[in-house]
């Protein structure tokens, strides 16, 4: 799990927000071919007390990670699930069938899953070049990667990456020990980079970032479950529901023109500020409603 100095080191973040994609939006709209499809097996669907969180896996950084994620939802696992620890300027934190921070599921611990291998088949877009390195997106999920020229030059052509903590990142919580995540997980409500190649990520918020920051506050940690806590009331892998049920879910391709042009604007309006964080995907979202909480 995130340990308590973690946690009482967030509430000194800053409360500048981030300079969004959409505000920064040009005139223009995307085109058709702009957008990226979410397979529905990569798009895990959290209904809960607030509204829907729908999050795209991320198979490449934390497969084993991925793979729990998918079988607990199919095992309905986390329905009914408390947010038992909701740090503001943090993280939104649940998993825990106990609802104490103490609790797991009945599967083994997974090994962490800090950083992986991109090739130069990886669909990796850079937006910012830092020495020695290259900051980007691979699908929705920001990143951290050794630069191109290394791909060659290592012998392995493969070039170690890591995903950064922005606001929406799903991550895996843990204990002490790197290789102690089961079933507890975190939503970032901001960006939080201290936990970069500590904590697992396995997958980003496409939609529902309004509703992970909607989360009652509150810590739940050492027993004391929070009064009336938000909960998850129903969590599903999108290609085990219905079509009817089953939303559809596109999101602006990092490749495209109109994404490199909200890059642009966001680095003009942040300057030498400017960050990955900064920017959140534009969404298309269809069908499949969320049910009344």
Known sequence: MIRPALLAAALALTSAGPVLAQEAAPAAAPAVGEWRAVAPDNLMVIDTTKGRILIELAPLAAPDH???MRLLA???????????????????????????????????????EFTFQRTPETPFVPVAR???SEIGFIGSLPVQTQPDSLLALNGSGRAATWALYCP??????????????????????????????????WGRVVSGLDVVRAIKVGDGDNGAVTSEPDRMVRVRIASDMAEAERPVVQVLDPASATFQALVEAARRARGADFSACDLEFPVQVTGGAAPAA
């Open 66 to 68: 991925v793979e729990r």
């Open 168 to 201: 929406g990142v799903a991550g895996m919580a843990r204990d002490d020990s790197p290789d102690s995540g089961n079933s507890q997980f975190f939503l970032m409500r901001q960006a939080y980079p201290s936990l970069e190649k500590r904590y697992t990520v």
């Open 74 to 112: 199919r095992r309905g696992f986390y329905d009914g699930i408390v947010w038992h620890r909701v740090i503001d300027w943090f993280m939104a934190q649940t998993g825990d069938p106990l609802g104490t921070g103490e609790g797991q599921s009945w599967y083994p611990n997974l090994k962490g």
């Open 130 to 132: 830092p020495t020695g």
